[in-house]
Nanobody
């Protein structure tokens, strides 16, 4: 298991930017595929973006494509989510997750380790 801690959330106006970080400890970070999910009040947890172990392959939900960028620094055991052009509908708790699979999908069930979440609130 890998332990994950998110940071960087906060309150921002529509059109603004935030950068989330996910710090990992425990077993070898670089052996995990990683992802960001989010959950708004009263809604199910939804996929935002994922990245493979090396950072060479990424995939995004259609709702964030072109506005968000996922990246990782294996030397620092950290993953990032750069969020630009934020919209009120991006308001949610954002979670980072780790998967031991070589190719992880957008399914919550692929991910066995989760952080505690960080709140992102976008005001209109």
């Amino acid at each position: 298991q890998v332990q994950l801690v998110e940071s960087g959330g906060g309150l921002v106006q529509a059109g603004g930017s935030l950068r989330l970080s996910c710090a990992a400890s425990g077993r070898t970070f670089s052996s995990y595929a990683m992802a960001w999910f989010r959950q708004a009040p009263g809604k199910e947890r939804e996929f935002v973006a994922r990245i493979n172990w090396s950072g060479s392959n990424t995939k995004y939900a259609d709702s964030v494509k072109g506005r968000f960028a996922i990246s990782r620094d294996n030397a620092k055991n950290t993953m990032y989510l750069q969020m630009n052009s934020l919209k009120p509908e991006d308001t949610a708790v954002y979670y980072c997750a780790a998967s031991p699979l070589i190719v992880a999908t957008a399914e919550v069930s692929d991910y066995g380790s989760w952080g505690q979440g960080t709140q992102v609130t976008v005001s209109s």
